[in-house]
């Protein structure tokens, strides 16, 4: 599985951008997906996950009732929205898929890692 990140920027806090990831392979919709980020100086840490299915989600309670995570298996795309940006979600965020029909929320569930995109929140 390959992943590409894309949707990081610059927004001031308060503000909302949409991260999306795209998978190629044709077993997309047999791995849970993931979104992590890591702030200069801190561990690589979830954010966000969904089940194969998406029926499951999972958040960290820093973002809980700000960002949603989603997925198109039609599609081979998963998509963080974040809304009510603040200064500390500042990092770089990965897309990760993980063989697995379960939710895995550390680094080490994962098997395969986008290459990361930007995000800067200003206050």
């Known amino acids: 599985v390959q992943l590409q990140a894309s949707g990081g920027g610059l927004v001031q806090a308060g503000g909302s951008l949409r991260l999306s990831c795209a998978a190629s392979?044709?077993?997309?919709?047999?791995?849970?997906m993931g979104w992590f980020r890591q702030a200069p100086g801190k561990e690589r840490e979830v954010v966000a996950a969904i089940s194969p299915s998406g029926i499951s989600t999972y958040y960290a309670d820093s973002v809980k009732g700000r960002f949603t995570i989603s997925r198109d298996n039609a599609k081979n795309t998963v998509i963080l929205q974040m809304n009510s940006l603040k200064p500390e979600d500042t990092a770089v965020y990965y897309c990760a898929a993980g063989n697995t029909r379960m939710i895995r929320t550390t680094p080490r569930g994962y098997d395969y890692w986008g290459q990361g995109t930007l995000v800067t929140v200003s206050s």
């Open positions: 392979g044709r077993t997309f919709s047999s791995y849970a």
